[in-house]
């Protein structure tokens, strides 16, 4: 099988020849929405480590093949001030090994970034429906030699944008090797079944779900790409169980791995511990209007973030007086029903709900009108103004004036 290469990019023709059919490379499409400033940006505030010898879940550093434990001095600061001085640093401080920086959820440390992205992919959203589980971005940096996990399958449809260097990813129709393993290291006896994309900065390359894979890199010099993954396959529901229960615990803690099985592997009749309390936390979220506030919020979440969730989160609430004027930058719904409900806006969830006042307050904003705290009935104020800070916090109303 060969690559197909386009010259011009639009979504028409992407979703009715490529779309989970095969893998297209476009070569230097205008508008794309990863910057290389910004994007060394968010690479430094996705990678800060909770504390100086952590690395955080979201981030991978390798040297050579061996994952690094400690991030030490290997992840990029705000004072290497580019990728220019990152690398350089790398070089000093590895003597010329091979690494690799990956950041997962890249997408929810900037939101200028978030923002682009969102708006590049609505436009396939409008024509192949927006994905109920949310889109991944992840950003890979470094010259490594192969992908850290070697040959393997996605659950997503996958875009991979060229932000510096040459990338080169490695395609198989089919999986080449017959164990019973899902990744492969050492793919060098598969390589004649294989076929190659070459993605320079400015490049799109998409390839489906079902292709197997590897990146590699194109020479010694580091290179830097974000990929987005579409999901296409399997898991679903266990990742949207999994949204929907985030921050919940169980009621005892005790081991993952429990004595509580009998010699043949088999558990007694009563279930061990920790499950148990696990499927009476479920139970009681079921018997609770929280659940139904919980799943409320979680399908205004994905829906407002544009395929993107999570987003950067809320901002710092910044103090609004009477006469400051404020209008809307992004789309404000509200939960359906009658009555006070929750709102939201780019993937953030108020923290309470919004009363008629506050209700009559985002119809305006929605038809683009100005608002002011102070055109308000004086009893009216104090919940519109807390709303108004929450939804600039969200960065969805902005002060006129102010861009």
């Known amino acids: ?19 989970d059919r095969r893998p297209v490379l476009y070569k230097g499409i205008a508008d794309v929405p990863f910057a290389e400033a910004e994007v060394f ?22 040297i050579r093949r061996g994952q690094q434990t400690r991030p030490r001095d290997y992840l990029p600061e705000l004072s290497d001030r580019s990728f220019d001085g990152y690398e350089a640093r790398m070089a000093d401080r590895l003597r010329g090994q091979r690494y690799a920086l990956v950041v997962h959820r890249f997408h929810a440390f900037s939101h200028p970034l978030w923002a682009r992205a969102q708006r590049f992919y609505s436009g396939l959203w409008e024509r192949v429906g927006q994905p109920t589980h949310t889109a991944g ?7 490594y030699e192969h992908s850290p996990v070697g040959v393997h399958q996605d659950r997503f449809a996958t875009f991979m944008f060229c932000v510096r260097g040459t990338k080169r ?22 390589l004649a079944s294989s076929f190659v994309a070459e993605v320079e900065p400015g490049d799109l390359l998409y390839w489906p779900a079902r292709y197997h894979h590897v990146g590699e890199s194109a020479g010694d010099v580091p290179a830097t790409s974000v990929n987005v993954g579409v999901p296409r396959r399997e898991h679903r529901p266990y990742y ?11 009621a005892a803690s005790a081991p ?3 004595p509580d099985a009998g010699p043949d592997g088999r558990l007694a009749e009563e279930l061990p511990t920790a499950l148990a309390d696990a499927v ?8 609770q209007d929280g659940f139904a506030d919980r799943a409320t919020a979680l399908a205004l979440r994905v829906r407002t973030a544009g395929g993107f969730w999570p987003t950067q989160p809320p901002a710092q609430l910044r103090p609004l007086d009477d006469d400051t004027p404020v209008r809307a930058c992004a789309a404000l719904p509200a939960a359906p029903g009658d009555g006070p409900r929750r709102f939201a806006a780019n993937g953030n969830v108020s923290s309470g709900v919004a009363d008629a006042a506050a209700l009559a307050v985002l119809a305006r904003l929605a038809a683009g009108a100005v608002v002011r705290v102070g055109e308000l009935p004086v009893a009216e104020r104090a919940g519109v103004r807390r709303l108004l800070q929450e939804l600039e916090s969200f960065r969805a109303v902005t002060r006129a004036g102010t861009g």
Request: zero cysteines; proline letters at 9%; charged letters at 20%.
């Open 169 to 190: 990813m490695r395609f198989w129709a089919e999986r080449p090797w017959s164990d019973p393993v899902h990744t492969v290291l050492d793919y060098q006896p598969y």
């Open 256 to 258: 993952l791995f429990t």
């Open 240 to 250: 949207e169980i999994k949204d929907l229960f985030r921050g919940t615990r169980p």
């Open 137 to 143: 971005s992840t950003m890979f940096h470094g010259s």
């Open 280 to 287: 009476d936390a479920f139970a009681r979220h079921l018997g």
């Open 41 to 62: 940006e968010s690479a430094v505030l996705g990678s800060r480590p909770p504390h100086p010898l952590a690395v955080p879940a979201n981030v991978q550093f390798l």
């Open 1 to 19: 099988m060969t690559l197909t290469t386009e010259h011009s990019f639009d979504w028409d023709t992407f979703a009715d020849r490529f779309w």
